[in-house]
């Protein structure tokens, strides 16, 4: 079963607008993650926020996390169509004990130039 | 440094044949994991192995068979090919289970005819 589901299931916007995608999940978790898979690739780690951080930055991306929803946003700012691909999030169990990250089931951005 | 590398990238196979997916990685990750993507259902855990001698079962292990003899290697055998096992298939491996950002594959799409 998906652990964390991504909404919009499709997004498309103009080059330079901003880029928010919403991710729920439904334990508790470690840790929640983002990928980015670009067509007929594998995934490529954007972030990682933990379950006491609330917010992160990187570059032109921007992470909340609010464990209290179980649900976790990613913004992109200033798109280029670069950013064109599919995004996931992926989350952490809170035992370490067996398994691995969940994944979503994604969000695919259309960036128009 | 190669990362985590996967061979075949593609595949074709008759139902009922036998083949093995190899994974390797050259980063000294303990964790390896192998997942399946299917569209609109994100990756689904298939097998995974916190280090070498140690495998455990994933959310769809039916069909699949995986061994860890050494800590880069993880090959993923599919026992007896069946349409339904159609789907591209990505190879992680990371420092620690679901708690540090993963490392994929560019993946190998399997087509069982």
């Given at each position: 079963s998906q652990q964390g589901e991504e909404d919009p299931q499709a997004l498309s916007i103009q080059e330079g607008e901003n880029a928010t995608m919403n991710c729920s999940y439904k334990t508790s978790i470690n840790n929640l993650q983002w990928y980015r898979q670009n067509s007929g690739r594998g995934l490529v780690h954007l972030i990682l926020i933990r379950s006491n951080e609330r917010e992160k930055h990187s570059g032109r991306l921007r992470v909340t996390l609010d464990t209290s929803k179980k649900s976790s946003s990613l913004l992109i700012t200033a798109?280029?169509?670069?950013?064109?691909a599919s995004y996931f999030c992926a989350t952490g169990p809170m035992d370490t004990g067996r398994r691995a990250l969940t994944f979503g089931s994604g969000t695919r951005l259309q960036v128009q130039p | 440094n190669a990362g985590v590398t996967q061979t075949p990238k593609f595949q074709v196979l008759k139902t009922g044949q036998s083949m093995t997916l190899q994974c390797a990685q050259?980063?000294?990750?303990e964790y390896m994991s192998w997942y399946r993507q299917d569209p609109g259902m994100g990756l689904r855990l298939i097998h995974y192995s916190v280090g070498a001698g140690i495998t455990d079962q994933g959310e769809v292990p039916n069909g699949y068979n995986v061994s860890r003899s050494t800590t880069e290697d993880f090959p993923l055998r599919l026992l007896s090919a069946a349409p339904s096992q159609t789907s591209v298939y990505f190879c992680a491996s990371s420092f620690l289970t679901g708690k540090t950002e993963a490392f994929f594959g560019q993946g190998t799409r399997l087509t069982v005819v």
């Open positions: 798109s280029r169509a670069a950013d064109t | 050259d980063m000294n990750h």
